[in-house]
C-alpha cells in the first residue's frame, strides 16, 4: 500500500516519474513548471534516478532530445508550459507521427502576449490535433497517478503514442496536497519494463522518419489517425488497472451530481472542484444543476460524452482558451460537434473565464448559471460566447 | 600524398552503407561526401539526419538508401536529436539493458541545418559534451529548396535570394567560419574535409569518430545545380577549392592545429572562382577584394599551426 504525505503536487510529480524509472529526462525550465524539473535534476544528482538528465539550451531541442531518446528505446519524460510548448511545437507534432511514446506534464499556462505567467489552457489549445494523447488532470493525486498511467498507456505496444499529461500552472503545480505515493511493488505490478517494437540499433538497421509524397502521406496520415482513435480500449484498460492496484478508478467523463441535472456545467482540469461547490450551492437552492469534466481530452471521448449528457437539457461549457474569431472557446466548438444532429442535443452556451490567472470562484459560477439560464430562454447561436468577469 | 592514395583504395572497405540509387543531382558531390563518411563509419553506426537535399534524396517512402540505423526528425535539430540517442544508449548501457558496442553516434545537416537554423542545438550539443559527430555537409547555399543563400555562402555567390542584379552583386556577406566556431567550443576534434579528398575526408571521420566526447568535420561539397558548373567539373571544382586557399583542409585535435593537406604555392583564387556561374558577374576588383580575404584568412589559419 501506498503512503500519504503532504507534497508539493510539482515535487510528487517528479518523483512519480523518478519510480518509473525513467531512462533519460530532457527539459528546459520554465515557469510554473520549475519545480519539476528541478526536483527531477536533484534525484539524479543524488542517485535516487539513474537516469540521464539533459539540460538542453531550449525546448525545441528538450522535445528533440527526446524523439532521438526514444526512438533509441529509452524511456523518456519532459516537461514544460506555455511558451515553451510554443516553441516545441514543431517536433510536438513530429513526435506523434513517429509514434515515439514520450511522457510530457504541461504545466497550463496562458500564452503570451501580453506575457503572462498564469494558468489557462491556452497553451495546451494550440496543440489540439498534435497527435497526442491528452489528458486533464484536477489535483495532486491524479497528476501522481497520471504519470505511472501515461508511461504504461504510452509504451503499450498497441498504442506506441506520445502522451500529455495537462496539470494547471500553480493552482496544481504550487500547491501542497496530501497524496498517496505508491510503493514500488505497486509501480512494478502497474508498469512492466519499457520495450518498444523499433528501436535504432545497428543489429536491425531500420530509417525512420522519411519523407512523403503525395502518395504515401494521406496513407500515413489515416493510419496515426487510426492509431490514435484505436488507443482508447488501451487508455480504458489502463484505468481499470490502475484503478486495482490503487482503488482510485479514472473515467474519460466523469460527473458530479448528474442524476436529475437539467443545466450542467462542463469543464476540465482544476477547476472542476470549484465548479462542484458551486453546484452544491445551486442544488441546495433547489436548481437542477450538475457537472461533466471532461478528463480524456484525445482521443475525444464521443461516447462516454453523449452517454454522462443524457437527458441534460442545457450545457455550460467552461473555456480557459480564446479561438480569435471562431467559435469562442476551443472546448465549446468540440462539445458542439459532439452533440450536432443528436436527436436530444442540448443547449450549449459557451463562457470563457480564469484566463492567465484570474480566479473563478464558486459565487461567479453560480452567476454563470444564472447567465446562461437567462441566454437559453432565448436562440443560442452556435458561434454565441461570452467572456465572463471582464472589467468595465 | 597522391602515391599513397593510390595504395590506399585498395584497402578500402568494399561496402556501402550508403546505397546507389538515390534521388541526387548528376555529379552531386554532397551525396559522394555522405557515402564516403557512410563508408568510413562503417555499420555500428545511428545516423540523424537533418531535413535537406541528403534527407529528401535518400528518405522517400517506403524507400531507403541506408544500411544503417537512420532518422530524420526536422530541419534544425540533428544535434538535438543525436544528444538524445546518445543520451539513451548510455543509460540503457549503464542499466544493463542494452549491451555496449561502441555505437557511433552520427548526426548530419547542411549548411542551413548547421551554421543557420540549427546552431543553437548544435551548440548545446558540443557544450553538453555528448559523445557524438556531427558533419556538416557544406553546399554553400539551401539547395533542396532551391539555392536561397545562408550564412556560410560565400562573398560575392549569386543565390536566388541573394541574387546578383544592377545594384547588388550578389551574397554581401563573408561566409561564416563554422569550423572556428566550432573549435570555440573546446570539443576535441575539428576538421575540415572536401570529397574530392576521400582519404583525407574518410580518416578524419574515423578519427573524429574514435574520439570521445563531440566531434565536428566540416565538408566543402561541391553542388553543381547551385553552383552551376557541370556535374563532371564537381571534384575538380573542390580541388580548386583547396588548391587555392578557399577550403583548406586542416584539423584541430584538442586545439592543435595542422593542416592536413599542404598545397605548396596556392593556385589565384580567380581560377577557383571563374568555372562558376554564380560567380560569373563579379569583376576583376571583386575577385582582387576576395583574393585579398583568402590570402589573409590562409595566413591566420597558417599562424595557428604554428602556435
Ligand atoms: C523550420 C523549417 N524551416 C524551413 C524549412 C525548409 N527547408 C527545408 S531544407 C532547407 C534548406 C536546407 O539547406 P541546407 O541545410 O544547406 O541543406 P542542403 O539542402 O543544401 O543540402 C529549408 C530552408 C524546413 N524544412 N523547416
Ligand atoms: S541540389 Fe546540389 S546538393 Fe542537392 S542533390 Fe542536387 S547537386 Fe546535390
Ligand atoms: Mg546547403
Redesign the pocket.
Known amino acids: 500500500m501506498g503512503k500519504r504525505v503532504g507534497v508539493e503536487v510539482s515535487i510528487a510529480a517528479a518523483d512519480a516519474v523518478g519510480m518509473a524509472n525513467v531512462d533519460v529526462v530532457a527539459a528546459y525550465p520554465i515557469t510554473p513548471q520549475t519545480h519539476i524539473v528541478e526536483h527531477l535534476s536533484d534525484l539524479v544528482a543524488n542517485g535516487k534516478l539513474d537516469a540521464e538528465f539533459i539540460p538542453v539550451e531550449s525546448e525545441h531541442s528538450a522535445m528533440s532530445v527526446c524523439c532521438g531518446s526514444s526512438a533509441l528505446g529509452a524511456r523518456t519524460f519532459t516537461c514544460t508550459s506555455s511558451q515553451g510548448l510554443a516553441l516545441m511545437n ?1 517536433i510536438v507534432f513530429i513526435a506523434a507521427s513517429m509514434r515515439l511514446p514520450i511522457v510530457m506534464i504541461l504545466a497550463n499556462r496562458s500564452l503570451s502576449g501580453p506575457l503572462s505567467i498564469w494558468n489557462d489552457h491556452t497553451d495546451v489549445m494550440s496543440v489540439r490535433d498534435c497527435g497526442w494523447i491528452q489528458v486533464f488532470t484536477e489535483t495532486g493525486q491524479e497528476v501522481f497517478d497520471h504519470v505511472m498511467w501515461a508511461f504504461r498507456v504510452a509504451e503499450d505496444r498497441q498504442v506506441s503514442l506520445p502522451v500529455i499529461i495537462n496539470m494547471d500552472g500553480f493552482i496544481l503545480t504550487h500547491v501542497i496536497e496530501p497524496i498517496e505515493f505508491w510503493d514500488s511493488a505497486m509501480v512494478k505490478q502497474y508498469l512492466p519494463d519499457f520495450s518498444p517494437i523499433n528501436v535504432l540499433n545497428p543489429d536491425h538497421p531500420t530509417t525512420v522518419g522519411g519523407f512523403g509524397m503525395p502518395g504515401i502521406y494521406t496513407e500515413a496520415k489515416v493510419a496515426q489517425n487510426e492509431a490514435l482513435v484505436k488507443s482508447k480500449p488501451h487508455i480504458l484498460k489502463a484505468w481499470q488497472e490502475l484503478g486495482a492496484v490503487t482503488g482510485r478508478y479514472y473515467q474519460p467523463v466523469e460527473t458530479y451530481k448528474i442524476d436529475g441535472a437539467e443545466t450542467v456545467f462542463l469543464s476540465m482540469g482544476s477547476t472542476g472542484d470549484t465548479v462542484a461547490m458551486a453546484v452544491d450551492e445551486l442544488r441546495a437552492q433547489g436548481k437542477p444543476a450538475g457537472l461533466i469534466k471532461l478528463r480524456l481530452w484525445r482521443p475525444f471521448p464521443f461516447e462516454e460524452l453523449r452517454l454522462a449528457a443524457r437527458g441534460v437539457k442545457r450545457l455550460i461549457i467552461i473555456d480557459r482558451a480564446v479561438s480569435y474569431g471562431g467559435p469562442g472557446g476551443p472546448v465549446a466548438s468540440e462539445i458542439r460537434s459532439a452533440f450536432y444532429g443528436e436527436k436530444e442535443m442540448p443547449v450549449v452556451t459557451n463562457f470563457i473565464c480564469g484566463l492567465a490567472g484570474r480566479d473563478v470562484t464558486p459565487e461567479d459560477y453560480i452567476a454563470i448559471y444564472s447567465k446562461s439560464e437567462k441566454m437559453a430562454q432565448g436562440q443560442v447561436r452556435q458561434e454565441d460566447y461570452v467572456f465572463y468577469g471582464v472589467r468595465e | 600524398m597522391e602515391t599513397l592514395n593510390v595504395y590506399a583504395t585498395r584497402l578500402l572497405e568494399k561496402s556501402e552503407y550508403f546505397t546507389p540509387g538515390h534521388r541526387a543531382c548528376q555529379g552531386c558531390a ?1 551525396a559522394l561526401a555522405v557515402r564516403l563518411v557512410a563508408k568510413a563509419l562503417g555499420n555500428n553506426v545511428i545516423v540523424g539526419s ?5 534527407e529528401i534524396i535518400s528518405s522517400p517512402l517506403p524507400f531507403t538508401n541506408w544500411k544503417v540505423p537512420w532518422l530524420h526528425v ?3 535539430n540533428a544535434a538535438a536529436v543525436l544528444s538524445g540517442a546518445e543520451a539513451g544508449y548510455r543509460a540503457l548501457v549503464r542499466k544493463g539493458k542494452r549491451p555496449e558496442k561502441g555505437t557511433v553516434f552520427l548526426a548530419m ?6 551554421t543557420d ?1 540549427g546552431f543553437q542545438a548544435l551548440s548545446g550539443a558540443l557544450e553538453r559534451g555528448h559523445n557524438f559527430l556531427y558533419v556538416c ?1 557544406d ?1 554553400e ?5 532551391g539555392i ?1 543563400r ?1 550564412s556560410s555562402t560565400p562573398f560575392g555567390a549569386s543565390t536566388t535570394t541573394s541574387p546578383a542584379g544592377k545594384i547588388h552583386f550578389g551574397q554581401r556577406t563573408w561566409k561564416k567560419n563554422m569550423a572556428e566556431i566550432v573549435v570555440a567550443h573546446n570539443v576535441p576534434y575539428v576538421a575540415t574535409a572536401c570529397s574530392s579528398y576521400p582519404f583525407d575526408l574518410m580518416e578524419k571521420v574515423q578519427k573524429a569518430a574514435r574520439t570521445p566526447g563531440p566531434a565536428y568535420v566540416h565538408i566543402l561539397s561541391v ?1 553543381p545545380t547551385g553552383w552551376r558548373i557541370a556535374p563532371n567539373k564537381a571534384i575538380w571544382i573542390g580541388r580548386l577549392a583547396v588548391e587555392t586557399g578557399v577550403f583548406p583542409l586542416y584539423e584541430v585535435v584538442d586545439g592543435k592545429y595542422r593542416i592536413t593537406h599542404e598545397v605548396g604555392e596556392l593556385k589565384p583564387v580567380e581560377d577557383y572562382l571563374r568555372p562558376q556561374g554564380r560567380f560569373r558577374h563579379l569583376t576583376p576588383d571583386m575577385i582582387k577584394h576576395i583574393q585579398d580575404r583568402v590570402s589573409a584568412e590562409y595566413a591566420k589559419l597558417e599562424a595557428k599551426t604554428r602556435l
Open positions: 514543431e | 554532397e537533418a531535413t535537406g537535399c541528403m526536422a530541419f534544425e545537416g547542411g549548411d542551413g541545418a548547421t537554423i555537409y553546399n547555399a539551401y539547395m533542396n529548396t536561397q545562408s553542388c
